[in-house]
């Protein structure tokens, strides 16, 4: 190891990146099931529940595709981080994890580039969604400030589910650790006002939303696109908090994959 | 002589069906939670003008029933996959056996699967108080109906692990299986449905006559032009997926 320990950080971080990233481009199996299900998600959702914009109490200025565009925009991202997570279980399990951790000198380096790829991926994802969207001629109310803020808030959601899911495959270190990964972050945004804003929901589903944060993810997310910024500094508060401990979660996972000897 | 086979190899593929956890709990549970919070969540749906029914519940139940036939193609043709990785299937071919006990064979777990699954969600739509509109015998029909459905899918999951002989194969069509249910009128009536290209989508996908022919028995009662689109399509896709996947079995046979 020769250099400055930022050098050596960086190499491991900019490495574990390039070849999770290169693995997900150029595997069809990987990157078409995480491109495709976004769509889907949002050609169902647009197609086939547009008509509850006209139901009495619903009132969102941009439209319904804007308003579905918001949670399929925070859905991919998470689902962002959830599939990077299932190639860090499958490099766990086929041994890979073990050498890279042989190689590396710095263990949160690895998280980073597994970030750093989960970030990659999920930009593609955004790009491509948003390009839809926009064809779909999906109305934007508000500013370049908002949009960036839309954005921005999504890419917090990315870095708290490929946390979590770090965490869940570094304890694992199996693929069979998938559903793990995968039926939390799922229940967690089903759980919010999917279809319809809070105020129509009513019985459990709206007692659950109210205290899930990401309700105030979704909410914040809409203001920005209708223009009526709303819920900010609480969404990305939240965000960050949740985002921090996900961080934590799986710096801790690393540790304890090292001393169970990867 | 058939007859043996075909209960041999029946039997197999029911005791290989229920030992695996894996293979039996996801098809359950994952179709309720997701009809469940889609219940939830669409609640305000039945205030539209012209829905069917003031039970949102009532209205998506139908859903697991398709949702739980498509986890039969991914069961069914994994099975058939690890058969042919195994080298089971060449060790087969060297025994009398003929092509249609295998398909009839290993239909059986998948049989009995979409029956016991069917029972199950038909338990949860009565638990949590949705009136069967067409009655005990209804109920009955519903059964009937998905376990056919199922059959279908199943032999349709056949055909994938023949024609591919690879479980990632037949896991990565998952996602394909999944579009047509989520293209359909899972979620909304199509008259209710605002936005033409779905509403045709989901009128030319015979995913949306299956769901709808379970769905009349539930809150319309004896709807006869629902029921025969339904039975025509499940039979259909039973015709159509067996023949395939006969060519296919041939074919690997052949190349065996």
Redesign the interface.
């Known amino acids: 190891m020769s250099g400055s320990p930022w050098r050596a950080y960086r190499s491991v971080a900019l490495g574990v990146a390039w070849r999770t990233t290169h693995n997900a481009f150029t595997t069809p199996?990987i990157l078409?099931?995480s491109l495709?299900?976004p769509f889907?998600?949002f050609?169902?959702f647009?197609?086939?529940?547009?008509?509850?914009s006209?139901?009495?109490g619903f009132d969102f200025p941009a439209g319904y595709t804007a308003f579905q565009f918001v949670f399929v925009l925070l859905q991919s991202a998470a689902f962002g981080g959830v599939f990077t997570g299932f190639g860090i279980a499958r490099d766990f399990e086929h041994g890979f994890a073990r050498r890279l951790m042989l190689a590396a000198p710095y263990r949160s380096a690895i998280i980073v580039g597994y970030g750093l790829a989960a970030l990659a991926r999920w930009a593609l994802t955004a790009t491509l969604l948003t390009i839809v969207a926009l064809i779909l001629r999906m109305d934007v109310s508000g500013s370049g400030v908002d949009v960036v803020g839309l954005f921005f808030l999504a890419l917090l959601v990315n870095i708290c589910a490929l946390g979590w899911s770090a965490g869940v495959a570094t304890r694992l270190r199996t693929m069979q650790a998938g559903?793990a990964m995968q039926m939390p972050v799922f229940?967690i945004l089903?759980?919010a006002?999917?279809?319809?804003p809070l105020t129509?929901?009513?019985?459990?589903?709206h007692t659950v939303a109210t205290f899930n944060p990401v309700t105030y993810f979704l909410e914040a997310g809409r203001g920005f696109i209708s223009g009526e910024p709303e819920y900010v500094a609480g969404a990305f508060a939240t965000a960050l908090c949740l985002g921090i401990l996900a961080a934590f979660w799986a710096v801790r996972g690393m540790r304890r994959a090292e001393a169970a000897g990867g | 002589m058939t007859r043996l086979q075909v209960a041999s190899l029946a039997r197999r593929s029911i005791l290989r069906t229920l030992r695996q956890p894996a293979y039996v709990l996801p098809p359950l549970l994952f179709p309720t939670l997701l009809v469940a919070v889609n219940a939830a969540g669409l609640r305000p749906s039945t205030m539209l003008q012209g829905f069917p029914t003031d039970s949102f519940l009532a209205f998506a139940v139908a859903v697991p029933f398709i949702q739980g036939a498509l986890f039969a193609t991914m069961n069914a043709g994994t099975d058939l996959a690890r058969d042919i990785q195994n080298g089971f299937l060449n060790r087969l071919a060297l025994t009398p056996m003929r092509g249609s006990a295998l398909l009839a064979g290993h239909l059986a777990g998948v049989i009995v699967m979409g029956f016991v699954q069917s029972v199950f969600y038909l338990a949860f739509a009565l638990a949590f108080g949705v009136d069967i509109a067409s009655g005990p015998a209804g109920a009955v029909m519903i059964l009937v109906l998905a376990t056919l459905i199922s059959a279908g899918f199943g032999m349709l999951g056949a055909f994938m692990a023949l024609r591919t002989g690879s479980g990632e194969s037949i896991q990565a069509f998952f996602p394909v299986l999944f579009i047509f249910l989520f293209m359909s009128s899972m979620n909304a009536p199509r008259n209710l449905m605002t936005v033409d290209w779905f509403r045709t989508v989901a009128t030319i996908n015979p995913v949306s006559y299956l769901i709808e022919a379970v769905r009349s028995l539930v809150i319309t009662g004896w709807n006869a032009e629902a029921l025969l689109l339904g039975f025509a399509v499940a039979l259909g896709l039973i015709i159509v997926s067996t023949v395939v996947a006969s060519h296919a079995l041939h074919v690997r046979m052949t190349r065996t």
């Not at chain 1, 647009?46 to 509850?52: D, R």
């Not at chain 1, 006002?193 to 319809?196: A, D, G, R, S």
């Open positions: 199996n078409i099931p495709a299900f889907f998600f050609a169902a647009v197609g086939g529940l547009s008509q509850l006209s139901l009495p559903p229940l089903f759980f006002p999917v279809y319809v129509l929901l009513s019985g459990w589903i």
